[in-house]
């Protein structure tokens, strides 16, 4: 193969316009949502990964919706290598309306800040919220969402915890939250679980007593022996509790949804052939309609590999240059799809690895579906290429 | 005298096509010298192409020797035939040589690819022969944009661009008209007489056999008769004579 006639990989490309023009259109879609679901599939796992080693998570053996008493908390914050022991209390309030969603928890506020160093706050928040009995932290996100802004009282409808009086909860906002890491959302809202505790006691609103979680800070002791002591400390009750990393909570959640991530696999390898099937026939209708080009080129001199390699070249830039656009059209509307479905996956983002392995994928099926039309085209009898219709 | 150009010996092509075999040549036997301009010529389905095909390299024999330019073919491989494609013979086919995608002067520096050339020097040769062919103001013209005669100038512009030993052209002007016709021959006339190429040409037309020196008459198969047309008589000693 003295030199490559690259300018007609080019030009064949460009030879029908609108088939090309098609291919790339569903190799665009097909990149587009293969970028989608991965990312989708890295934010089910983003708050797994970011999930503090340092941090336990105890729960009811029984089950996640079992609350523990709140007596226990004096007894684990005693267990060599705990630091600190907070409880955790989903709230479940309505906001105005039910489609408004999104978490509350009511949470040991004194040391909050201290147990998660991924909340970040200004000084003036965490002070009211210290001193303050109805304040709330939210995140940002939810703050934009709703426009919350320090000084707003906002209203929650107990259903949990319902008010007697058929009022909602008032709280208010004092400060807003960041956080830095997939592990802590920014569409939460914290208030305090002495607030709720103190309500309850006073009989003002119904739900269960007790806390759904406790979460523990350690003081750098393995992680394995603390669980194994908390563990331990009521195997015989009142209430056996599980305890575990923080990491393996999460991936709680995530199993919750059962099949959803092999199924979102699935939607994608699906895709993947679709799209393998699609450029294969479009390869082979362009290799089918250029025999007699093939014959020409062989009679001229060009070796079988030259025109093995024009269709196969064709098929991976064609594959490439849908590829990219596909990705390029995923990661330019990472925000907008971000937001949409941020509520239900906090963190979604279109990594640096899922663009480059979709870029990989695209060759790879540029490559399968040039071999075969490829293979024929370099297989023609010149004399039965030329004599092919035109 | 010069080793002949073309040399076949006891050629024998045989389809088999629903247990019926034809043989498209049957032990044939011709040589053309160098600097020939020879017509071929013959009814339809008489061996004219696959004559063409064998002496190009396209296609090979079933029995026999075929000899091009001091080359036997059955000794080379299918990619040292398509070098010996490269380096010895310009084609020219009936209609449709060209690459649609291509413009004119990309098509006549394709098979020059094959060529040590640099990419100037292509685009200077290719222009050159474009010129030959009197084609100067349609190089950048698709051949949907060419008529059917500019489209076999083209076609013969790029048969000689590789500068080739033996042109090979398979009813050049069979979907021309007339005055089409006459450029294309008048040019395969002047390749042979000033640029002393070996020219072989399949052909149905009376005219076009005439601007040839030789005309060579297939049958079924067999070589009938091999007329010189300086002469306007059958050639003494030809096979056909033999043979009838
Ligand atoms: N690929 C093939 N398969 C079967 N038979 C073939 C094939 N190619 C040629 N033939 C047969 O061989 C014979 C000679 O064919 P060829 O194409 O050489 O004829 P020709 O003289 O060029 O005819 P035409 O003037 O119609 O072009 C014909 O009978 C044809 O049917
Ligand atoms: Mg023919």
Known sequence: ?390 | MNAPAIQLSQVTRQYTRGGETVKALDEFDLEIPQGGYYAIMGPSGSGKSTLLNLVGGLDRPDAGQVVVAGEDLNQLTSSELADFRANTIGFVFQGFNLLPVLTAVQNVELPLLLTPLSRGERRKQALHALELVGLSDRINHRPRQLSGGQEQRVAIARALATDPQLILADEPTGDLDRDSASSVLELLERLNAEFKKTIVMVTHDARAADSAGHVVHLDKGKLERIVDNRLKAPEAGAPAEQEA
């Open chain 1, 1 to 390: 193969m003295l030199r490559f006639p690259w300018l007609l990989v080019f030009k064949n490309l460009g030879g029908r316009p609108l088939r090309t023009f098609l291919t790339l259109a569903s190799l665009t879609v097909a990149f587009f949502l293969l970028c989608v679901l991965r990312s989708v599939l890295g934010g089910l796992e983003a708050g797994i990964k970011a999930s503090a080693n340092d941090r336990l998570v105890v729960q009811s053996a029984v089950s996640l919706f079992v609350s523990l008493p709140d007596s226990y908390q004096a007894k684990i914050q005693s267990v060599p290598g705990v630091e600190d022991a907070i409880r955790w209390q989903w709230f479940g309030g309505i906001y105005q309306d039910p489609s408004n969603f999104f978490a509350q928890f009511a949470v040991d506020h004194d040391r909050l800040l201290k147990v998660y160093p991924e909340i970040h706050t200004d000084e003036a928040a965490a002070q009211a919220f210290l001193e303050k009995r109805t304040a709330c932290l939210v995140g940002t996100k939810l703050a934009q969402r709703y426009g919350f802004k320090v000084g707003d009282r906002i209203p929650l409808q107990g259903t949990i915890f319902p008010r007697f009086d058929g009022q909602p909860w008032q709280l208010d906002v004092v400060g807003i939250y960041r956080s830095s890491s997939a592990n802590v959302d920014e569409q939460t809202m914290f208030f305090r679980y002495d607030y709720l505790d103190e309500t309850r006691r006073a009989e003002l609103c119904g739900g269960p007593q007790g806390a759904g979680v406790y979460v523990l800070a350690l003081d750098g002791r393995a992680p394995e022996a603390v669980a194994a002591r908390v563990d331990a400390l009521f195997r015989n009750g009142p209430q056996a509790v599980n305890t575990t990393s923080e990491a393996e909570f999460q991936r709680q959640f995530v199993s919750m949804l059962g099949g959803v991530p092999v199924f979102l696999s699935s939607i994608g390898g699906g895709v993947l052939f679709a799209i393998l099937l699609a450029v294969l026939n479009t390869m082979l209708m362009a290799g089918r309609e250029r025999t007699h080009d093939f014959g020409v080129l062989k009679a001229l001199g060009f070796q079988a590999s030259v025109v093995f390699m024009l269709l196969l070249l064709e098929s991976v830039g064609l594959c490439l240059i849908g590829g990219a656009i596909g990705i390029s059209l995923a990661v330019g509307s990472q925000a907008a799809v971000g937001n949409a479905i941020s509520l239900v996956l906090p963190t979604y983002e279109v990594a640096q690895e899922t663009q480059l392995l979709a870029l990989g994928a695209a060759a790879v099926i540029g490559l399968v579906a040039g071999v075969l039309p490829g293979l024929r085209a370099a297989q023609l009898e010149v004399v039965e290429a030329l004599r092919a219709e035109v």
